[in-house]
């Protein structure tokens, strides 16, 4: 065993075993309840991962919305953006998609989590040298403000030579203890990411990486529902306290007291309200569960006509403008509807 890592989990307060005991019976629940029909499964998949891509490359500075991804994957050009945006868009929503749908068959260990990285930054020309490989060269971890700025640096990383043997540590001690069950697999995942995120091991795409295997490892210890509800939009919506946690668990790290307390209550409070998320959706065998009585109204509308477009859904059902806007949103975003058109000639129909 490596005593670094197993001395950050010796004395877990019990605040953190009461969330991960909520997080667990939300868990059984979600296993133990009748599926969704796979049409919406499907959709809510395609869904996430288009907000997931959004959010996580967001969070790394990228400017891209969702609506800008989505256009993106149907093969429209974006020019107002810069071509790595896309690139990065692009690399983080095909790594997503393929560990959503192979993670049972995936194996963690070194050389997947240098594939991954290869894949994620794949279409990223500025990245080239480096993709799959270590840093060879010192890196510090910054925050990025809204508008992709480096607001100053977090904490300092591994020096580049000691990088290969503090991540053999690290993947071989998350194998062994997630294989052995020597800790809750939560308390496992979470030291593997504030580690990880410490060591920095690749020149970029570092972040983004930590997303991807947070997804993969979670599906592979049975939080099926991971690929329904955005982790990563979470983590956006909550950016500012995502940075504290980190940093100040990573100052204390190489201490001999270190404290990951504030990053295992961030990791879990997010997980918390993911799993929450998706026990709302178990009511939604259909999409009429999901919407409010107005909402409904305008979906009603919708099925019944070929195509249509605000001020009638407006005219027809009395139900306000704003709220017509709000519903059409849940409804694209549910891939229940698409959009026709632009400009004052938008038009919608049922999918």
């Known amino acids: 065993m490596n005593n670094r890592f197993d001395l950050?989990?010796?004395?877990i307060s019990q605040d953190i075993w009461i969330k991960i005991t909520q997080i667990d019976a939300i868990k059984g629940k979600w296993e133990g309840s009748t599926k969704l029909s796979p049409q919406i499964l499907g959709r809510l998949k395609k869904s996430?991962?288009?907000?997931?891509?959004?959010a996580s490359t967001r969070i790394e500075g990228s400017k891209l919305s969702d609506e800008d991804i989505e256009k993106m994957l149907r093969g429209i050009s974006i020019q107002k953006f810069s071509n790595?945006?896309?690139?990065?868009?692009?690399?983080?929503?095909?790594l997503l998609q393929n560990v959503f749908n192979s993670w049972e068959t995936l194996i963690f260990n070194e050389n997947l989590v240098k594939h991954f990285h290869k894949e994620l930054l794949k279409y990223v020309e500025k990245d080239i040298f480096h993709r799959g490989d270590y840093k060879k060269k010192e890196n510090a971890v910054e925050m990025i403000n809204e508008v992709g700025e480096s607001v100053g640096v977090l904490f300092e990383t591994t020096k580049a030579w000691l990088?290969?043997?503090e991540m053999l540590e690290l993947i071989d001690w998350t194998k062994t203890a997630l294989q052995k069950n020597t800790y809750h697999p939560l308390l496992i995942i979470a030291n593997f990411l504030v580690e990880?995120?410490?060591?920095h091991p690749f020149e970029d795409g570092n972040g983004r990486l930590s997303r991807i295997i947070s997804n993969l490892l979670l599906l592979q210890q049975s939080y099926a529902y991971m690929p329904y509800v955005s982790h990563e939009k979470l983590i956006e919506d909550n950016k500012p306290d995502y940075y504290l946690a980190l940093r100040k668990s990573q100052k204390t790290l190489r201490t001999k007291k270190p404290d990951i307390s504030p990053w295992l209550n961030f990791f879990l409070d997010i997980l918390l309200?993911?799993?929450?998320m998706a026990v709302q959706l178990l009511t939604a065998t259909n999409i009429e569960t999901v919407l409010s009585p107005k909402q409904l109204l305008v979906w009603q509308y919708l099925v019944k006509v070929p195509e249509t477009t605000p001020r009638e859904i407006s005219n027809v059902t009395g139900v306000p403008r704003p709220t017509i806007n709000q519903v059409i949103n849940k409804l694209m975003a549910l891939k229940m509807i698409e959009r026709i058109g632009q400009g004052a000639t938008t038009r919608y129909r049922k999918v």
């Not at 996430?48 to 959004?54: A, D, E, F, H, P």
């Open 84 to 94: 790595r945006d896309a690139q990065e868009a692009q690399g983080y929503y095909e």
């Open 163 to 165: 990088t290969p043997k």
């Open 273 to 276: 309200k993911q799993s929450q």
């Open 196 to 199: 990880f995120l410490n060591i």
């Open 8 to 11: 950050r989990l010796q004395s």
């Open 48 to 54: 996430v991962l288009v907000i997931s891509t959004g």
